[in-house]
């Protein structure tokens, strides 16, 4: 399993967080939700820079999964050209009874 991160756009509404959120948890059984944070980017049409406010979400999954949750998002944000995600690395989810 790994651990993904995707920067989502808070100007979108809470409601399109909410519905994310939602489905992240139906699939895959949760998220962890990390404070926003503020991004900058360069308009290429307008050569001046952008700034954004971005919630970060983290998620413990498969590869074949992130690619449902990263389709979910544009879904979810259809005036979105392009949204940041990456993988972070290597993730396991340890249970009390589990731990040796």
């Known amino acids: 399993m790994k651990l993904y991160e995707i920067l ?19 699939v895959v059984g949760g998220y962890t939700q990390c404070p ?3 991004g900058s980017w360069l308009n290429p049409f307008s050569k001046k820079y952008e700034l954004d406010k971005l ?3 983290r998620v413990a999954t498969t590869a074949t999964m ?3 949750i990263v ?13 940041m995600h990456s993988e972070l690395g290597n993730a396991t989810i340890e249970n009390r009874r589990n731990a040796a």
């Open 55 to 57: 919630v970060p979400y």
């Open 8 to 26: 989502l756009p808070v100007t979108n509404g809470y409601a399109r967080h909410m519905e994310f959120r939602e489905y992240v948890s139906q």
């Open 71 to 83: 389709r979910k998002a544009f879904e979810l944000f259809p005036e979105e050209d392009a949204i």
């Open 66 to 68: 992130w690619r449902l």
């Open 36 to 38: 926003t944070v503020d």
